[in-house]
């Protein structure tokens, strides 16, 4: 029953507000950038370059950006790069390939950091921020992670709905599993009369049961250890932010973690498709 809240087998009516491309339109149209870069710090041309390199490094930070007498920004400088000579010797050119602009999607944004530490942000016709992978840690990037898995998870118990008559699926899953999703049922029940057993199984055990189905391995072009690998580092950053955590990209390295993300919203942009088809 609990799928019906997003959607209707009886029907075929979507709830408004439960798509994937709902959800993306949300990130892509309204929340960008611009909501989590942080002002690009600047120094000027004629600071003595040992004073800015020992800043860099009291701040922790990569860059600085250069301003002239007048504070027009001239470029900016790397701490490795600095050695003995005038700052203007260490200037470097915001080049197109490090700079986006302040309305890119947060959506866009990891796969824009991939090869990259840091980007520059383009605001008010003029380079006046910087976004980091640190950045992604901040609440509203948190809060579109959070959707992201949600409605994965909604899809997997779809799948399971799918495949399985009522609740054969629990033939997969050992007695000590099942024993304790049956735990959480009966806490959580209480008068929540369409609550299913399945929507208190782990994500772990859903891994198991949908790593086991064939077709649906074979609908989703999946083999066992791809599949499993997906579910793992997916439940690695829910884990992440369902317990606050610093980093959410503590337990992956940064490329795991943007293909985790870009790996769910395509499974979840084939799934929407073969449900709707």
């Known amino acids: 029953m609990g799928f019906q809240l997003w959607y209707s087998k009886h029907t075929g009516i979507r709830r408004k507000g439960t798509s994937f491309a709902e ?19 600047c120094c000027k041309i004629t600071d003595n370059t040992y004073e800015v390199k020992s800043t860099l490094e009291q701040r922790d930070f990569d860059t600085l950006g250069v301003v002239d007498e007048n504070d027009q920004k001239l470029g900016y400088v790397v701490q490795e790069n600095l050695g003995e000579n005038s700052i203007e010797n260490y200037i470097e050119k915001f080049e197109i390939a490090i700079v986006i602009s302040e309305s890119t999607p947060l959506s866009e944004l990891f796969e824009i950091l991939l090869d990259k530490e840091y980007v520059y942000v383009l605001s008010k016709n003029s380079v006046n921020g910087i976004v980091t992978r640190a950045d992604i840690n901040k609440p509203i990037v948190r809060i579109y992670l959070f959707g992201l898995i949600s409605l994965f998870e909604l899809h997997l118990n779809f799948w399971i709905t799918e495949n399985y008559d009522e609740e054969s699926w629990k033939e997969i899953l050992n007695p000590g599993r099942i024993e304790l999703a049956e735990k959480i049922y009966k806490e959580r029940k209480g008068n929540n009369v369409q609550l ?10 859903k891994r198991e049961i949908l790593r086991a189905t064939d077709k649906f391995r074979d609908d989703f ?8 690998k997906l579910l793992e580092n997916v439940e690695k950053i829910r884990n992440e932010l369902a317990h606050s955590q610093t980093s959410i990209i503590a337990n992956l390295e940064w490329t795991d973690f943007v293909n985790v993300i ?12 073969k449900i709707e088809a």
């Open 23 to 41: 959800l993306q339109d949300i990130f892509i149209e309204n929340i960008t950038t611009k909501y989590i870069f942080e002002p690009l710090a």
């Open 196 to 205: 299913t057993l399945l929507e208190c199984v782990q994500i772990c055990d």
């Open 221 to 228: 072009e999946f083999s066992k250890s791809a599949f499993k």
């Open 262 to 273: 870009k790996s769910m919203k395509e499974f979840l942009i084939k799934s929407e498709e």
